[in-house]
Each structure stands twice: as structure tokens, then as C-alpha cells.
């Protein structure tokens, strides 16, 4: 008895850095994520042993940044950030190209894509500048910023890879918006962006326009670029209430629902599960960014309250557009469903970011520690 009391009290500081709320929720979509997939990747051999095996790299991620001190990440804020563009520059003059697109860097032992580190990279550089700014803000700081995220936003979109561009894009907005961006401001640039609506059609690429064209009227070309969200569609609707049943989803079993392991897994489990099982997983997703922006709101620093609230905020962005994508609301635009979809880079991503909102859930518990170590580096 005595042997296993100090087996616990030397494992529970290394499983005390989770916040179990937020853990639980995650914890639940993973198992939704599980069920799904081995229905999915039927006739994919090893894609559900490739996707258990990513979860727990993501786990891993995730266990590893809630550990993480806070001051390490003041200290690796501006070097990730400049470290992460310079990369997007090697990439766009010496990427490889695959499938039309230059998205990633060949360096001989390891192939990456940068783009993925933009993702946490962008808000923890400017949750750190607002830091150091805190209680001077002026407009200044605010344009200063905007135009800092704008380059890699730039450099991902001309990739081209839209879908990162926009995650990267929602990331770092949502710090500059959380730091106090008046509306007026917001409401401005709303305004200012919608008058140049036909630049930016005339800038887009060719498949770009046509993915929105076929957002419009999918049954324009059924058998082409309309033809993943007629299935997709089609898969949601005859889910029915209750859904068919795990791995009795005919689209899915007749292989009529198209990337059903990656960007349109949704269609899979609402086929599988109906509208009551998607009110589940919804509901499990809202859990996940209510419980991140309650840590946000407790945060002790300036830092700390940014960074988590940023992430919550782009974690709620990869569920909506996914979901509206696969839907037929919103275009497609490469989006996977957070810890649903097959896909390790972004799955660690995700990883990465909720285990640094745990981060600061962990430093609240001790506070006075945590702003010692903070103070000693801004």
C-alpha cells in the first residue's frame, strides 16, 4: 500500500498540469474520432492505426506545452515568429511542388511545412508584444501588428494554401481584437473590405473563384467540383435523426463520400450518427472553447489572457468552417475537423495550442510564482 501511495504522489505532479475539464471534453472527441475513423478508413489499410498514432503525438504535444514555463515562451515568442516567415520565404524560392501548390521545404533529413508553425507562432509573438506594451497602447501598435501578420498570411495564402491562411489569419487576429481593437475600427475595415470584394475576386485564383461559384449552385457541375459537397450533403441528410448506424452509413460504405478520412469526415459520423450524434459532438466542441475562454478570462498576465484566448477562438474557427464547408455553407476550403480528421501536422498543432491554454490554467495555480517568472522576462 505504501509502494502505491508513492507511485501516485510521483506520477500526480506530471498529470496535475491538465486542466480536467477541458481534458474530458478533448478526451471525448478523441474516442468520437476513433469510432469514426475505423468506419471511414475501411478500404484505407493502416489509416486508423496512422490516425491513433497521431492522437497520441497530439497527446504527447499537448502534455509537453502545458508543461512548458511561461517565461520559455516569452523567450521563444519573436525567434518562432521570425524563424517561422523565414522558412515561408524558403519555401516559396525553394519549396517543392505538389498538386499546384508550393507548400513545402525539403531540407534533406526532414520535409515541413512552415505554414503549421505560423499557426502558433503569430498569436504568441503578438500576445508577447502586447505584453510588453501593456498600458501604452495606441494605434500605432495596432497597425504595427496587423502588418506584422499580414507577411506570413501573404506568403501562406500565395502557396497557395487559403484554408492555412485564414486559420493563421484568425489566430493572430483574434490577439490584436482581444488587446482592445475598437469597433469602430473593425466596423471600418468590415466596410472597407467589402468595397474591394472585386479586387479580391479579381486576385483569387482560378480555383478559388470556382470553389465559391460552386458554393453557389454545387449542381452547376455534379460530376466535378460540385460533386464533394452534393455527396456530402447527401450523406448529412440521409443520417436522418437517429443516423444509420456505426458502420451501416451506405454513402460511406459505397464510397460516394469523397476525402471521408480527412476534410469531410463530418459526413461519415452524420450519416453514421444522425442529428442527434452531431448535437453531441457539437456540443462537445463548444465545451472545449467555453472551458479555454474561461481559462482566458482568469489568465494572470496580459500574455497569458491573449495567447488562451486567441487559441480558444482558433480552435472554435477550425470546427465552424469545417463543419459549415462540409454542409455546403461556406466553400471549400481545406479545413480539417479538429482531432476528427486524419492528418498529423495539424492534429499537433491542435495539440499544441490546448496544451498551452492548459498552460495558463496551470500557472493560476500558482500565482505568485508565475508572475515572478513573468516579470523577470518583460
Known amino acids: 500500500m505504501s509502494r502505491l501511495r508513492s507511485v501516485v504522489e510521483r506520477v500526480r505532479p506530471w498529470v496535475a498540469v491538465l486542466d480536467w475539464p477541458l481534458a474530458i471534453a478533448i478526451g471525448l472527441i478523441v474516442v468520437l474520432s476513433l469510432v469514426t475513423m475505423y468506419s471511414a478508413a475501411h478500404d484505407f ?136 481593437l475598437s469597433w469602430k475600427l473593425i466596423a471600418s475595415l468590415a466596410v472597407g473590405l467589402a468595397s474591394s470584394a472585386p479586387l479580391l475576386w479579381a486576385s483569387m485564383h482560378d480555383y478559388q473563384r470556382q470553389r465559391v461559384l460552386t458554393l453557389l449552385d454545387p449542381a452547376s457541375d455534379p460530376l466535378g467540383r460540385g460533386f464533394h459537397i452534393i455527396q456530402s450533403t447527401i450523406a448529412i441528410g440521409s443520417g436522418g435523426l437517429w443516423g444509420k448506424g456505426w458502420m451501416e452509413g451506405t454513402q460511406t460504405r459505397l464510397e460516394f463520400v469523397p476525402e471521408r478520412t480527412t476534410d469531410f469526415i463530418l459526413a461519415v459520423f452524420s450519416e453514421e450518427f444522425g442529428l442527434i450524434g452531431n448535437g453531441v459532438l457539437i456540443a462537445l466542441y463548444l465545451a472545449v472553447v467555453l472551458r479555454a475562454l474561461s481559462i482566458a478570462a482568469s489568465g494572470l498576465t496580459l500574455f497569458d489572457r491573449l495567447l488562451a484566448g486567441a487559441l480558444a477562438l482558433a480552435f ?63
Do not use: C
Not at 515541413?112 to 494605434?139: C, D, H, T, V
Not at 454542409?327 to 482531432?339: I, K, N, T
Open 45 to 180: 489499410p493502416g489509416r486508423f492505426q496512422a490516425h491513433l498514432r497521431n492522437l497520441l503525438i497530439a497527446g504527447a504535444a499537448l502534455w509537453v506545452a502545458a508543461l512548458t514555463p511561461r517565461a520559455w515562451l516569452i523567450r521563444l515568442a519573436v525567434p518562432l515568429f521570425v524563424g517561422g516567415v523565414v522558412l515561408l520565404i524558403a519555401v516559396a524560392l525553394f519549396g517543392d511542388v505538389a498538386k499546384g501548390a508550393r507548400r513545402w521545404l525539403n531540407l534533406g533529413f526532414i520535409r515541413i511545412q512552415p505554414s503549421e508553425i505560423l499557426k502558433i507562432a503569430a498569436p504568441l509573438m503578438l500576445a508577447w508584444y502586447f505584453q510588453q506594451r501593456e498600458g501604452s497602447l495606441r494605434w500605432f501598435d495596432f497597425a504595427l501588428t496587423s502588418t506584422l501578420l499580414m507577411l506570413p498570411v501573404w506568403l501562406i495564402a500565395r502557396q497557395p494554401d487559403l484554408g492555412t491562411a485564414l486559420l493563421v489569419l484568425a489566430s493572430g487576429g483574434f490577439v490584436i481584437f482581444l488587446a482592445g
Open 316 to 378: 472554435f474557427v477550425y470546427a465552424f468552417v469545417n463543419i459549415g464547408m462540409v454542409s455546403g455553407v461556406l466553400p471549400v476550403v481545406g479545413v480539417p475537423l479538429p482531432f476528427m480528421s486524419y492528418g498529423g501536422t495539424a492534429m499537433v498543432t491542435l495539440g499544441l495550442g490546448l496544451g498551452l491554454v492548459m498552460g495558463v490554467a496551470r500557472a493560476r495555480t500558482r500565482p505568485e510564482t508565475a508572475a515572478q517568472r513573468m516579470n523577470r522576462f518583460t
